[in-house]
């Protein structure tokens, strides 16, 4: 990489993609800049930071805002890219005044909000050919009252967005039209969205309720690559969600690799150049028999992205090159890319936080013992093929910062750990 090519601004710290974007770029010779409000973020402390700076959280986006203005005022020319539903909005949003100070490769507001909102994804979605649930964005309870009647129980009670939505809740059960109004009153209630996402789309706090397919606690597939703004430039992957905290319905923990499903591949290539997006993606179906309903599309950098990096596919570098336009480098990297050896026997997990599980949720009964000792084969039988979220025997210090923060949320919130960790609730 050329010494002087323009430093990257990473932000969201916490979060383990923006970890493997640190170390990719930072290998790679990007220099890197980390923002960060929080002292205890794996990815702060990482060799390959350059730079470190405190900023606002970005749930305070006025604030957040400000403070990104006025560091691209004093410090203009860095790379900018999202590693969160939040950032990846606020960038689009602000895109014209940002594009002063820093170098974007983001496409306009309404692409990304229709991938961001899932009212406006199943729409996009059923123009490309893609499938999704059985869904329906109602705008107020008294709506419900038809839908509960016709629709097969159980049902899911989710946001429409998880942009700019501080519980991030990934929903409520309802197992029979009597719960549905009474729970998706009280999630709207209790999970409100900033004002200033409400401001740009009014109707975003309606949660949405969608038929539970019982799959989704077995395995989620995901397609997550690169696509440029010509549509032309495709690299893509695909994995296993095999594990989530919780089971049910949580965040994802371990992954397998899986072969490429070329046809949904052109879907979703066709989604992207229907709605004019360009960049990192993922794409996350429930694998229902033979069907692949979409559910969920990030477009940003997402958490396990490391495990797409030892794949051979460096997405954090395609997003930079195509940010400083330098088109014959982001040529020369998809074909290293479409070429490089999938590695269909890597998988991916979060060491520290499965073993908390297994021993939790072993001692509680929610996981049996068989269930146990599969877990502890399946890491076993895949020894030096498995990418861990944090841990890296080239940096080391972000996996010790990542303990802490975990040990400190555990003191602090002893209840949700118990409910999370040990109970699976």
Known sequence: M?????????????????????????RRGVPVTMAESQLLAPARWSRFVTRRVDCPDVGDAESFLGWLTRFGESSPGHVLYPTTDDLAWLFALHREELSRHFLLY?????????????????????EAGL??????????ARELRGLALEARYPLLIKPQT????????????????????????????????????LGFDPGAGAPLVQELHAEAARGIYSLSGFVD????????????????????????????????????AGKVRALCRTLGYHGVFEAEFIAAGDRRLLIDFNPR????????????????????????????????????????????????????????????????????????????????????????????????????VDLAQ?????????????RSMILDA
């Not at 979060?15 to 640190?22: D, E, F, P, Q, W």
């Not at 975990?406 to 118990?418: E, I, K, Q, S």
């Open 2 to 26: 050329n010494p002087s090519r323009p430093p990257a601004l990473l932000t969201a710290a916490t979060y383990y993609g923006t970890l493997a974007a640190a170390r990719c770029l930072g």
């Open 106 to 126: 983001s496409p306009g507001v309404e692409a990304l909000y229709a991938l961001l909102n899932k009212k406006r994804l199943h729409a996009a979605a059923a």
């Open 131 to 140: 499938e999704t649930p059985r869904t329906w964005f109602p705008g107020a």
């Open 162 to 197: 998880q942009v700019l939505f501080s519980s991030h809740s990934k929903g409520a059960r309802a197992d029979g039209p009597a719960e549905l109004e009474e729970k998706w009153a009280a999630f709207a209630a209790r999970n409100p969205h900033s004002p200033a996402l």
């Open 229 to 264: 703004e010509t549509g032309e430039l495709f690299v893509c992957r695909a994995a296993l969600k095999v594990l989530q905290r919780p089971r049910k319905l949580g965040i994802g923990l371990c992954f397998e690799a899986a072969p490429v499903d070329e046809e949904l």
């Open 301 to 400: 950098l997402y958490s396990q992205l490391a495990l797409d990096v030892d794949r051979g596919m460096h997405l954090p570098l395609l997003a930079y090159l195509g940010a400083v336009g330098d088109r014959p480098a982001l040529e020369a990297e998809v074909r290293r890319a479409q070429a490089a050896e999938p590695l269909q026997d890597r998988v991916y997990c979060h060491h520290f936080i499965l073993e908390v599980l297994l021993r939790g949720q072993g001692a509680s009964g929610r996981l049996s013992s068989e269930e146990v000792r599969t877990w502890r084969r399946w890491l076993a039988d895949h020894g030096d093929r498995t990418t861990d979220a944090v841990a890296d025997s080239d940096d080391g210090l972000p996996a010790l």
């Open 406 to 418: 975990h040990l400190v949320g555990y003191a602090r919130h002893p209840r949700a750990f118990v």
